[in-house]
């Protein structure tokens, strides 16, 4: 996952602003909320939390095949 420093958040100010921290989400789709200086939370808009579940679920195989099957003519060139 690639972290926007612009999407970090102190542990005291997501506790203390929460609601500043949610409308962030809602511009950025995630916050990562920092403790001790260190990533330790990240918050995410829920329908991103499900794009990326079903993403997860999906099976391997199937994906691989539709990636080659869509892009057949680049991977032929490719192989000359």
């Given at each position: 996952?690639?972290?926007?420093?612009a999407?970090?958040?102190s542990?005291t100010?997501?506790?203390?602003n929460f609601?500043?921290?949610?409308?962030?989400?809602d511009?950025?789709?995630s916050v990562?909320?920092?403790?001790?200086?260190q990533?330790r939370?990240v918050?995410?808009?829920?329908?991103q939390?499900?794009q990326?579940?079903?993403?997860?679920?999906?099976?391997?195989a199937?994906?691989?095949?539709?990636?080659i099957?869509?892009h057949r003519h680049?991977?032929?060139?490719?192989?000359?």
């Amino acid at each position: 996952m690639l972290v926007d420093t612009a999407n970090l958040v102190s542990m005291t100010e997501a506790n203390q602003n929460f609601s500043r921290v949610a409308r962030m989400v809602d511009e950025k789709g995630s916050v990562v909320i920092l403790r001790n200086n260190q990533p330790r939370y990240v918050l995410l808009d829920f329908d991103q939390l499900q794009q990326d579940e079903t993403f997860a679920d999906a099976d391997v195989a199937t994906l691989g095949a539709q990636i080659i099957a869509d892009h057949r003519h680049a991977f032929e060139v490719l192989a000359q």
